[in-house]
Every structure is written in structure tokens, then in C-alpha cells.
């Protein structure tokens, strides 16, 4: 497994990343990227860190040390330890870090025994597993198609689309672009493949592929997001922008122009029936929501710590509408908690051994956590209130001696002193009101796909796995008590034939 030390090496390999109209040197040490670099570095260190590496990690089938959710899960046991050891490098970054290396082993980590499922390149399935296993690289993913023209058919689109223009004896061309691969600057792979049915029309099979491309390859662009860490670094200091300056994990559109891909790194190739259905079909969906689930629990107990010093330095705790308002983001952090561990306990069988956690629970997951963190937001907004803009511009405002003591009298809150509050309320700020914060509010709000699909998602699974029709039959069950000339059912009594005695 990589150190911190040589993960932020292997970045130093030619990758090509262009911010504001300028191609990036080096990720590592450019003020845009460089923090965020150390906060994953930090975690791979945590991996050999004898305080937190039994937690994090054990030994694969095949001999090699891993964090433990990379590792096929075979037992109810193996989820809930792979659930801490997600929770562990989640609270590294407070929850504010989403695509984190292991996000990713929600596919890496049923390779193994999925192999079946990638007809004709199983193979390829169990060396990416072991490699993924032994190594823990870093893999973005882009499954989404640009937005150039949604009201157009996909065949008139197809040109934006990653297809296949050309095969050699050892491998594949690809061209197109992808979105959005949040912190690909940062990664060492990005993994490609279709989410929802795609077809071009005219037996055109040229985008059905899945498959991973080094983020050096030639060919490779990545054209990043603006960076709120550059822009905390221009505009502030950490006292200012404590999250942004850190944990920005940016998030760029992927171009590759007439990209060499090996057959070794082929999932499918020209297969519409696995491409389409990869999704579904790969057991990657309830890994990603478990992996999802427990770091937006996480992030929900920093955000509710930081809800509760807020009002208690602002004497407001103990009003009956905040400690309402409180109860609710408790409310929905115990929830998301009750959602992951349930996905770890109740888990269903999966092919080849492997254990999957409960569909149901990260069905309903996918469907609540857009909108639990609109409300978690909204209650800040009306909790913490005016206190949010008034706020001095910056730290440096502190070190002037003529407006520090207008500061140390105006600013200061309840037991708790000027520069302690407006440290902590800036804090509060950079989570829902910084560019880093809106664009966490919109990452919350679709990072389980389109919001009306999750939806019909979770519906289409209750249909498919006959719990629906299990439902009508428990509402047929009390409909069968009765009809127009009374009970139908013994047990009950027919009032219509009943006699009262006063």
C-alpha cells in the first residue's frame, strides 16, 4: 500500500491538468491542489499508522495487506469492519471528502467475485481486483456523458461520447470527454463506463465500453473546476476558509483524444448488454451507497457538533425552537447511521461468497441524503442566522490594533470570547455559504444520480424483488375482511347483527 510520502510521488508523472487557461506543473505543490494532496496523503499514511491500522485494515485472500473495504466481504462481520475503516478516513477530512481512494473499492472490491459479469474480460476483472487489493490507487470515475444538448437523441450527440474509432491487435483508441471527475487531479486512475442505457442508434456499439486509463496517458486532459482552495489561499488565510483551503476536491471534465487503452485494462469492449447494465448489474450500486451512507454520517456529526457550539455561543441553545431545530439534524444523523449499519447487518448473499449490503436500506439512502443535507443547511441558515454575515472580512482585521478592540466588544458571544466565535462561525460558513460550500450543498444534492431517478430506482428494485407485490397482498389481506353485506372473516363480529341491551 502506498505512504503518504509516495502517493503524493506517483503524482509527479506528466499528467496533464489545466486551471485558469495555465497547464499545472506539479499538483503537489500548486496552491490550487497541494492541500488536498496532503489530506489524501495523510490517509494513506494512516494505513501504517500503528494507532488507526488495525482499524483500517487486514490481509486479502491472497496475503496482501489492504483497507478493509477494498477486500471481497463475505460475512455481516467483514461490512461492519469495512464500515469503520470508511468512517475512520472519512473523519480525516470531516466527511467533506466524497471520492476518497476508497470510494472506488465499492467497484474494485467485488471484482473478484463479479468477474462473471464482464463477459469475456473475467480475467482482466480479478488482476484489477488483486492489483486494487495490493496497491490501493487512487480511481476516479466518469459515467456521465457532457451536457451539450439534452433535447437532441443520443446519436446526434455522439460525437462528446468516449467510443472506441480504433482497435489494434493490442488494445483499443478512444476519444471523447467525461464528466465529472471529482479529484481526477489528484488520482492515478479513471475508470470509464455508462450509467443508464445508452444507444446510439444504427447498430452502433462504439461507446459500450468500460475500462481504466492512467491519468498520465497520453491524450489525457483533465480541464478543472475553478479551485476554492486557490481562492482561500488568495483570498484569506485558514482562519478564514478552514475547509476550503484543505478539502476542495476538485472536479474537472476528462477529455481523452485518441487514447491508447491495453487490453489488460478492458472491462468490456462493443458490449451493449454488460455496458448498459453495469450499474445494476456489477453489485457496485449498494457498495457506493454504503461507502456514500457512512460518510455523510460522519459529515453529519461534525455538522451537528458544530450546530451545537454555534448556539451555545450564541446563548441560543436552550431556546425551545433551536433545540427543536437541533433535534432534527440529531434526528437525521441517527438515521444515517441506523441506514449503514442495517446495510452492514442485514446484508444479501452475492455471487462467489460475497456478501452485499442491504439494497433496501441503501435504496432508501440514495433517496433521503439529497434532501437531509438541503434541511441540515436550511437550519443552519435559520438557527445561526445574522450571526453568518456578521462576520469581520478576514483574520488580518484581528491583528490591527486599532479594530481589535471594536472586535473584542462586538463580536464576542456567550462565555466565549471575539476571536473564538468569529473563528467558529467562519467555520460554520465555509460548510454552507463559501463557493465550497454551495458547491457542497449541489454535491450533496445529486451525488447519487438524477433526483428523480433515485426515486424510481428505489421503486423499480421494490418491483423486481417482489416486495411490492408483497405489499399489495398485505393490503388484500384487509381488504378480504369485509364486503357490501359485512365481515367476510369469522373473527369479527357484524354489528348489523348485533344486539345492544341498555
Known amino acids: 500500500m502506498y505512504t503518504g510520502k509516495e502517493y503524493l510521488e506517483s503524482l509527479n ?38 494507532a488507526t491500522r488495525d482499524i483500517l485494515t487486514a490481509t486479502t485472500e491472497f496475503g496482501d495487506r489492504t483497507h478493509k473495504f477494498f477486500k471481497t466481504p463475505t460475512s455481516a462481520q467483514d461490512l461492519l469492519e469495512a464500515r469503520d475503516a470508511i468512517a475512520e478516513w472519512a473523519k480525516l477530512s470531516y466527511g467533506f471528502m466524497g471520492r476518497t481512494p476508497d470510494y472506488k473499492a465499492a467497484f474494485t472490491g467485488s471484482l473478484n467475485a463479479f468477474s462473471h459479469f464482464y463477459e469475456g474480460f473475467e480475467d482482466n476483472a480479478k488482476a484489477w481486483y488483486k492489483k486494487a487489493t495490493k496497491e490501493l490507487p487512487f480511481i476516479n470515475h466518469t459515467i456521465i456523458n457532457p451536457q451539450v444538448d439534452r433535447s437532441k437523441p443520443l446519436h446526434e450527440n455522439k460525437d462528446v461520447f468516449v467510443r472506441a474509432v480504433k482497435e489494434r491487435d493490442d488494445g483499443i483508441i478512444v476519444s471523447g470527454a467525461k464528466m465529472v471527475g471529482t479529484a481526477s487531479a489528484l488520482t492515478h486512475y479513471n475508470f470509464v463506463a455508462n450509467y443508464g442505457p445508452k444507444d446510439l442508434g444504427g447498430g452502433d456499439d462504439s461507446h459500450a465500453l468500460i475500462f481504466f486509463v492512467p491519468m498520465n496517458a497520453e491524450g489525457v486532459s483533465m480541464i478543472s473546476r475553478q479551485s476554492y482552495e486557490l481562492n482561500a489561499h488568495q483570498n484569506g488565510t485558514p482562519f478564514d476558509y478552514p475547509l476550503s483551503s484543505r478539502f476542495d476536491e476538485n472536479d474537472a471534465v476528462i477529455v481523452l483524444d485518441n487514447v491508447f487503452i491495453p487490453w489488460e485494462n478492458v472491462l468490456a469492449y462493443r458490449n451493449v448488454e454488460v455496458s448498459n447494465n453495469f450499474v445494476t448489474g456489477s453489485g457496485f450500486v449498494p457498495r457506493f451507497t454504503f461507502h456514500g451512507c457512512t460518510r455523510l454520517a460522519v459529515k453529519l456529526d461534525f455538522m451537528t457538533g458544530l450546530l451545537l457550539k454555534a448556539t451555545e455561543g450564541a446563548g441560543t441553545k436552550n431556546f425551545r425552537g433551536v433545540q427543536s431545530k437541533i433535534g432534527e439534524v440529531v434526528a437525521l444523523r441517527n438515521m444515517f447511521w441506523g441506514l449503514s449499519t442495517a446495510m452492514a447487518t442485514d446484508p444479501e448473499p452475492g455471487p462467489n461468497g460475497l456478501v452485499i449490503p442491504n439494497s433496501y436500506s441503501s435504496a432508501a439512502y440514495r433517496a433521503l441524503a439529497p434532501g437531509a443535507w438541503v434541511k441540515v443547511k436550511n437550519i443552519f441558515e435559520q438557527v445561526v442566522a445574522g450571526g453568518l454575515i456578521q462576520l469581520p472580512s478576514s483574520s ?107
Not at 489545466?18 to 494513506?44: C, F, Q, W
Not at 464576542?412 to 467562519?426: D, F, M, S, Y
Request: no cysteine; aromatic share 12%.
Open 396 to 502: 488580518k482585521d484581528f491583528l490591527n490594533e486599532d479594530l481589535r478592540p471594536y472586535l473584542d466588544t462586538y463580536y464576542r458571544g456567550t462565555g466565549i470570547g471575539a476571536e473564538e466565535r468569529v473563528k467558529l462561525l467562519k467555520m460554520v460558513w465555509d460548510t454552507i455559504g463559501t463557493e465550497f460550500g454551495g458547491r457542497h450543498e449541489l454535491y450533496e444534492v445529486n451525488y447519487a444520480g438524477n433526483h428523480e431517478n433515485i426515486n424510481m430506482e428505489a421503486l423499480f428494485h421494490f418491483e423486481a424483488t417482489g416486495a411490492a407485490e408483497q405489499q399489495i397482498k398485505f393490503v388484500d389481506s384487509a381488504l378480504d375482511d369485509y364486503d357490501l353485506h359485512g365481515w367476510t372473516n369469522s373473527t369479527w363480529a357484524d354489528a348489523s347483527k348485533s344486539v345492544i341491551k341498555s
Open 13 to 50: 508523472d506528466g499528467r496533464v491538468v489545466y486551471l485558469n487557461g495555465e497547464r499545472i506543473k506539479d499538483v503537489t505543490t500548486h496552491p490550487a491542489y497541494r492541500n488536498a494532496a496532503r489530506s489524501y496523503a495523510r490517509m494513506y499514511d494512516a494505513l501504517h499508522d500503528p
